[in-house]
T-cell receptor, first 114, second 115 residues
C-alpha cells in the first residue's frame, strides 16, 4: 500500500496559463476527493468521484476548473486561465466502501500563480 | 449552516504534558461524523480519530482521545503525553451524511511542543 500520490508537488505558473494536476489514489479505493487549502485555512471541498462518476461539485469549482477520473483510477484536476487567487495547495484524498469516513490524503500540489 | 469552529490559533505545551485542542461544530442534522487530522509542515493530512454522532462512548486511538459533548456541540481532541513530533497544525472536521461526502474543516490550531 503506497498511499495517495500527487504530481507535481509544486507548480509555478504565470497568470493566464493552464495547469493540470494528477492524483493516484490508494489502489482499490473507489472514492476520490479534491480539496483546496489556502494559507492559514483548513481545506475546502472541491469535488468528489465514486469510481469514474463525478457525483459532487462545490460552488468553489468555477467553470475554469475541470476534474476527471477516467476508468475510476487516477484523477486529474485542470485549471484553465489561472488567476492569482488560484494559488493554493490542492489536496487529493481517497477512501473505500463502508469505512469511507477515513479519507486518506496525499501530500498535495502547491500552486503558485505569478 | 454547517460549520466547524476552532478558536485557538496556537497552543504551546511541554513534552509529556497533556493538551486539549478545542472544536465546536454546528449542524442541525442528527447523523454526522467528527474527525481530527494532523498536518505537519510537510503538508500531508494525517487522520487521527473519528467520532460518530450516535457513538455512545468517546473515541480513543492511542494517545489521542476525543471528548465528545453532544449537547454542547463540542468535539475536543486530547493528546496525552505530548511528544516533540506532535508539533503540527491540527484540524477538526465534520461530515454531515445527508449533505454528501465532503469534509468541512475548521481553520486549525497550531500546536508547538517544547522540550
Amino acid at each position: 500500500d503506497t498511499g495517495v500520490s500527487q504530481d507535481p508537488r509544486h507548480k509555478i505558473t504565470k497568470r493566464g496559463q493552464n495547469v493540470t494536476f494528477r492524483c493516484d489514489p490508494i489502489s482499490e479505493h473507489n472514492r476520490l476527493y479534491w480539496y483546496r487549502q489556502t494559507l492559514g485555512q483548513g481545506p475546502e471541498f472541491l469535488t468528489y468521484f465514486q469510481n469514474e462518476a463525478q457525483l459532487e461539485k462545490s460552488r468553489l469549482l468555477s467553470d475554469r476548473f475541470s476534474a476527471e477520473r477516467p476508468k475510476g483510477s487516477f484523477s486529474t484536476l485542470e485549471i484553465q486561465h489561472t488567476e492569482q487567487g488560484d494559488s493554493a495547495m490542492y489536496l487529493c484524498a481517497s477512501s473505500f466502501g463502508l469505512a469511507d469516513y477515513e479519507q486518506y490524503f496525499g501530500p498535495g500540489t502547491r500552486l503558485t500563480v505569478t | 449552516a454547517q460549520k466547524i469552529t476552532q478558536t485557538q490559533p496556537g497552543m504551546f505545551v511541554q513534552e509529556k504534558e497533556a493538551v486539549t485542542l478545542d472544536c465546536t461544530y454546528d449542524t442541525s442534522d442528527p447523523s454526522y461524523g467528527l474527525f481530527w487530522y494532523k498536518q505537519p509542515s510537510s503538508g500531508e493530512m494525517i487522520f487521527l480519530i473519528y467520532q460518530g454522532s450516535y457513538d455512545q462512548q468517546n473515541a480513543t486511538e492511542g494517545r489521542y482521545s476525543l471528548n465528545f459533548q453532544k449537547a454542547r456541540k463540542s468535539a475536543n481532541l486530547v493528546i496525552s503525553a505530548s511528544q516533540l513530533g506532535d508539533s503540527a497544525m491540527y484540524f477538526c472536521a465534520m461530515r454531515v451524511y445527508q449533505a454528501g461526502t465532503a469534509l468541512i474543516f475548521g481553520k486549525g490550531t497550531t500546536l508547538s511542543v517544547s522540550s
